[in-house]
């Protein structure tokens, strides 16, 4: 009888998806999210590329790909703002890094792990776009609020639940 | 040395692409920005990538919801489309009426500005647009059309809806183009307050408001005042609606200075299509001048109405009074036949008079000097007379007095009762000075 031996959590379930998806999807995301707003303007509060960065590199638990997938589809939002280009590039590379580095160590498939993560990088996305705005770009007049920060971590996070349950369908197990 | 990138791979990459991405932030920040104004060449370009991965999406997507809407309210939902368009009718018929009162004082202002060599800007020519998306981003405002450099827009334009405006061209694409919306945090505009007549400078907010704060206390600027575009800013043409002045605070962070909330006019979170004006004129527009011309000659047409419409009036009213005069008049009655005066000729014709027919006096109980008929003529007079009061008698004259005057003569006649009244059937007063019947 064989026997395996997995040296880390990470070789235990480290997961990849088709290009197909790996390319659909955040772009799916960031199109929904400039649709969304036009016939619901409260749906503004989502933020669907935020959700795919982190689904993808939890799932992956490569910090070098979380990084890329976050920057990739920062840079893409902000190229659809008219804020300057890296904004969200450098929020979501960092957020990228971050959970993936978690998922190496956490398991991340659990729904109680899921709602933490999810509420917690929401808050970390606001705290980064913050200091982002207010200190690397200088505008003084950026404030936050953080109730509504609390308030769109929590909307965010109930949004992602299915949604990572629908994208779990999508993993390729290697 | 290779263990060392290889034992911090992850975080050397993270580092370098916050590097890479820091120095792309600074070079685009390094460069003097002007609120709102567009990108750099390159930034545009990558902008324009970025558009041409999304946008064919989003002219997609839109393009089936426009279908299905439009399949459902033109041939489907049309429940109380009639009623509407009678409600539009009258509003039609309403704003022609206003538009006739207003017409005149349009043209006078015209001709005036025109005196004055007062250089105007009137919108010339529009390009409507449909919007099929935004920004995504709550933080920044923006939404794109799909007209582009194609339909000669260009940067700076000013987009509008017939409610107010909307904000500016920012990125001109070849098939689209991104509008800053004026409640971005980056954009603004040189308002009028309407009544005050006071400038401001509108901007945006992070929260998605529209303030005013550059101006001190002023107790002449009330919530509800109307704000307009000044002009000034060389973008938004003079004296489109802006919207009103929703709330007037103290500002924090400026003391000296209020902080004035306007509420858009345009409706800025639902917007479906717009118009951006490509083109302005310093005289009025051809289809404007006809609007104006079709409205005076509205009003003068009402004009010619009401003057006609008085003078009937008039010779109606001017009729009646007639009327009422020859119905009332006394000397109408003939006194020699009282029934024949009392009745009247047609049986409606009571009835037309708006008086009725005026009754003969009823004979008088208690004759007494003032009575009708009893005076005398004043040939008969005798000077003294009246005070000769022994007799008792009311002196009285039936003849009527002589067309020329003839010398008075002496004479006391008897008191006769009045021809067309009953003898008094009580006894006379003795006394007629006391005026006081017997009891």
């Given at each position: ?31 929904l ?26 799932s ?20 659809l703002?008219n ?22 160590q ?23 776009l913050?200091?982002i ?30 949604i ?11 | ?22 120095i ?10 002007e ?10 370009l990558?902008?324009?990538?970025a ?13 089936i ?5 439009g ?68 933080l ?38 991104q ?22 400078i ?14 001190t ?40 200075y ?11 979170n ?7 004006i ?5 005289d009025?527009?051809v ?49 020699d036949?009282?029934?024949?005066s ?9 009835a037309?008079?708006?008086g ?19 005076t ?50 009580t ?13």
């Amino acid at each position: 009888m064989a026997t395996h031996s997995y040296t880390s959590r990470r070789e235990l379930e480290q997961h990849s998806f088709p290009p197909a998806v790996a390319l659909l999807v955040p772009l799916s995301a960031i199109v929904l999210q400039a649709l969304l707003p036009r016939p619901f303007p409260r749906l503004v509060i989502l933020d669907l590329p935020l959700i795919v960065t982190v689904f993808f590199a939890v799932s992956r638990r490569n910090p070098v790909a979380g990084t890329l997938t976050g920057a990739a589809i920062g840079l893409l939002q902000d190229a659809l703002t008219n804020q300057p280009i890296g904004v969200n590039g450098m929020a979501k590379s960092v957020i990228g890094y971050i959970a993936a580095s978690i998922g190496i160590q956490v398991d991340v498939d659990t729904l109680t792990t899921r709602v933490l993560i999810n509420f917690v990088f929401f808050l970390l996305n606001s705290f980064l776009l913050f200091l982002i705005n207010r200190r690397l770009l200088g505008l003084t007049s950026f404030h936050i609020q953080w109730v509504h920060e609390l308030i769109r971590a929590a909307i965010n996070t109930a949004v992602a639940l299915p949604i990572f349950f629908l994208l779990d369908n999508t993993k390729r197990r290697e | 040395m290779e263990s060392f990138f290889t034992r911090f791979k992850n975080v050397l990459v993270l580092v370098a692409i916050l590097l890479a991405q820091t120095i792309g932030l600074a070079i685009q920040v390094r460069r003097p920005v002007e609120s709102g104004a567009p990108d750099g060449g390159k930034v545009t370009l990558i902008r324009y990538w970025a558009v041409s991965i999304v946008t064919p999406f989003e002219r997609f997507f839109h393009g089936i919801g426009s279908t299905v809407r439009g399949g459902w309210s033109n041939y489907i939902d049309l429940r109380h489309t009639r009623q509407q368009n009678h409600d539009l009718q009258q509003q039609i018929a309403r704003l022609r009426i206003e538009q006739a009162a207003l017409a005149e004082d349009a043209i006078q202002g015209h001709r005036l500005q025109s005196l004055l060599d007062f250089q105007q800007h009137y919108v010339a020519t529009t390009v409507a647009a449909q919007v099929i998306g935004t920004s995504g981003n709550d933080l920044s405002r923006v939404i794109y059309i799909d007209k582009g450099e194609a339909d000669h827009l260009k940067t700076d334009m000013a987009v509008i809806t017939p409610d107010g405006i909307v904000g500016k061209l920012r990125d001109v694409f070849p098939h689209t183009a991104q509008v800053l919306l004026i409640n971005d945090q980056t954009s603004g505009a040189g308002v009028l307050l309407a009544s005050t007549r006071i400038r401001a400078i509108l901007r945006g907010s992070t929260t998605g408001r529209i303030l005013i704060n550059n101006l001190t206390p002023d107790a002449r600027i009330k919530p509800g005042e109307q704000v307009l575009t000044s002009g000034g800013d060389q973008v938004y043409p003079r004296g489109l609606p802006v919207g009103t002045i929703d709330s007037i605070a103290t500002d924090p962070d400026h003391q000296p200075y209020t902080l004035i909330q306007l509420h858009p006019a345009a409706n800025l979170n639902q917007l479906e299509e717009v118009l951006v004006i490509t083109g302005t004129q310093s005289d009025l527009p051809v289809q404007a001048k006809k609007d104006l011309a079709a409205g005076a000659a509205t009003a003068e047409a009402q004009a010619a109405q009401k003057q006609l419409a008085d003078q009937q009036a008039a010779e109606a009213a001017a009729r009646s009074a007639a009327q009422i005069v020859a119905d009332r008049l006394p000397s109408l009655h003939d006194l020699d036949q009282p029934g024949a005066s009392a009745t009247p000729a047609t049986p409606g014709a009571a009835a037309a008079a708006p008086g009725g027919v005026v009754p003969h006096p009823l004979p008088t109980i208690h004759p007494d000097r003032y009575t009708q008929g009893t005076t005398p003529p004043a040939a008969d007079l005798k000077p003294g007379a009246a005070e000769d009061k022994s007799s008792g008698s009311i002196p009285q004259s039936t003849a009527p007095p002589p067309a020329t005057p003839e010398p008075a003569v002496p004479k006391i006649k008897k008191p006769q009762p009045p021809k067309d009244t009953e003898p008094p059937s009580t006894t006379q007063n003795p006394n007629p000075g006391t005026d006081k019947p017997n009891q």
